[in-house]
């Protein structure tokens, strides 16, 4: 009375497989979940951009820029908060405040479509300026966009990626 090796080798084998099938759709799961939150990370960011942007200073003496966020494709993994320093409502070098905010390394923005039907554009601004509560988008290649999607994927597989839409 007892397993012969024969069982006990096709039990192991049965067991080894499942537990190899469970830990790749796992590492799946985990990505899915990672860049999900990734792509809320990124959305609470614009909405930090829009309460700078609408926000008064307390003795209201001085008019402020406006302040957005500028996304890039030629870099990544990283996008940027700046305030508004020539009054175009669009990011120019030099306007970033603080530092910029970087990207999960296992996640890139891939692309960047418009209202206008540019996908991909190279790059994006989404500014906000009091008393204003809308979006002034625009691109590399027009200004005033209805909306605009960053699209996040990840660097491994393009199936697995979200999409943060700004409306404006």
Do not use: H
């Not at 970087?102 to 790059?123: H, K, L, M, Q, Y």
């Amino acid at each position: 009375s007892g397993f012969t090796l024969i069982e006990l080798m096709v039990t192991i084998t049965i067991v080894t497989l499942v537990t190899g099938v469970v830990m790749v759709k796992y590492s799946s799961f985990n990505n899915v979940v990672i860049l999900k939150s990734q792509a809320y990370e990124l959305a609470l960011d614009v909405r930090t951009a829009q309460v700078y942007g609408v926000t008064a200073i307390g003795d209201n003496s001085q008019e402020r820029g406006a302040y957005g966020m500028f996304f890039d494709t030629s870099n990544a993994n990283q996008y940027v908060l700046f305030q508004d320093q020539d009054n175009d409502q669009q990011y120019d070098a030099g306007e970033e405040i603080g530092g910029t905010y970087t990207i999960d390394s296992r996640f890139v923005i891939s692309e960047i479509c418009t209202a206008s039907g540019v996908c991909p554009a190279n790059e994006a601004s989404v500014a906000f300026k009091r008393p204003d509560f809308d979006a002034n988008i625009s691109t590399d290649s027009s200004v005033d966009e209805g909306w605009v999607d960053i699209i996040i994927s990840s660097r491994d597989n393009d199936v697995f990626q979200r999409v943060v839409t700004v409306y404006a």
